[in-house]
């Protein structure tokens, strides 16, 4: 009997380092999945906060540009309000000229004035637009890369 006696302890023995072994496989597997939930939920929540950010910054830029438009088409307005009365003072200007040379100066001022000040405006409206686009697509361009280099970073 002491043969089975020896077999059986050399079995219990067997049996009982296995479970040690797949104890400790199973402790391990665990504390990973553990930590590759816990780094996981840390990468999505800065995702989610860039995002955030990101979606914020956005909105500004967009609020910017829409201002912006808004300031162009309001100059425009004004801009044209300026030209109808311009033209509007040439023609009552024409329709008391005495001669066809005091009409000749007369339009010949008319497009004078006209030309300049549509200079002026195209200008003045391509420097605005310019600006704008400048300001707004710099901020969003920072806030891109600042998102993208947090995602990669966490």
Do not use: H, P
């Amino acid at each position: 009997m002491t043969k089975k006696t020896a077999a059986k302890t050399a079995e219990t023995k067997a049996v009982s380092e296995d479970t040690t072994l797949t104890d400790r496989v199973s402790d391990g597997a665990r504390e990973m999945v553990k930590r590759t939930a816990s780094s996981t939920k840390e990468r999505t929540d800065t995702f989610f906060e860039n995002g955030q950010k990101y979606n914020a910054d956005l909105e500004n830029f967009l609020i910017r540009a829409a201002r912006g438009y808004v300031n162009v088409l309001g100059s425009i307005a004004d801009a044209a309000q300026v030209n109808v009365n311009r033209g509007i003072a040439t023609a009552e200007k024409l329709a008391e000229a005495k001669s066809i040379s005091d009409a000749m100066q007369i339009q010949s001022e008319y497009v004078r004035e006209q030309t300049t000040c549509s200079m002026n405006n195209a200008r003045s409206a391509m420097e605005y637009v310019r600006d704008v686009v400048t300001e707004n697509g710099t901020a969003l361009r920072d806030t891109t890369t600042k998102m993208w280099r947090s995602d990669k970073a966490a």
